[in-house]
């Protein structure tokens, strides 16, 4: 063999060798990246794969959950006062029927506002209750009675369409005085005496001592009655008029005409 073909030899077998070691060399780095690509996707294959119950479990995970239903919880919270309730559960369904239940309470809140013209239905029935009697509203008669002797009979007959209440006693004013006569407290009812429409309430008055005992009497034949309310009713009495002194009383309102002629 010539030396010429031996140096050929020797540098294709060289050449041949750094080829090969060039392409270690080359194997090696591709092997580092290869690597290192597969380290890095991985997380994201698993997170990819986990299931969106156990990410809702956890604290941390649920917040991915939240980011996936983000638009359902989103709509269900400013539709309803019970977001709050919608984001716990972690489920768009769910935020969906909360929002429904927030607006049958406010549908609720209106058939309150129904009930206030309940009330004022109510306020139409206190208006039919008793009030007080006024001069307008009753008639009141003056009769002498032969017993008790002295006494007057006060008749007040409900001439209105509705019942009334009588004032305590009537402040009987004869005459010019001064005064009303003073009440016997012995006759007090246990409430106030109501007179329905055609009805009548009744009241005696003692006009003078029986004995002669009392002073300063005189004749009149004027009566007037006044009312709470500031009407004042004119009472017609016997022909002649009536003897009064100071043994004048009258009696509260009764309703019955045996009770008032008791005094």
Known sequence: MSARTTRTRLFAATTVALAALALAACEGDGSDTGASSPSSAAPAGQQSERPAGKESAGGTEADG??????????????????????????????????????????SGSSGTSGSSGTSGGSG???????????????????????????????TATNTGSKTCMLPQYPAARFGEAQSVPPVAESTKPQSLTGVQPGEAGYAGVLLSAGDGSGENGYRTDTLTIPFEDGSIATVALPTGGVYVDTALTVTYWQADMDAALSH
């Open 65 to 106: 959950t939240k980011e996936t239903n983000g638009s359902a919880g989103s709509a269900a919270s400013s539709g309803s006062s019970g977001s709050t309730g919608a984001s716990d559960s972690g489920s768009g369904g769910t935020s969906a029927s909360s929002g429904a239940s927030g607006s049958s309470g406010t």
């Open 124 to 154: 139409d029935e206190d208006s039919d209750l008793p009030g007080k009697c006024s001069a307008a509203d009753v008639e009141i008669t003056a009769t002498e009675v032969p017993r008790p002797l002295n006494h007057l009979l006060l």
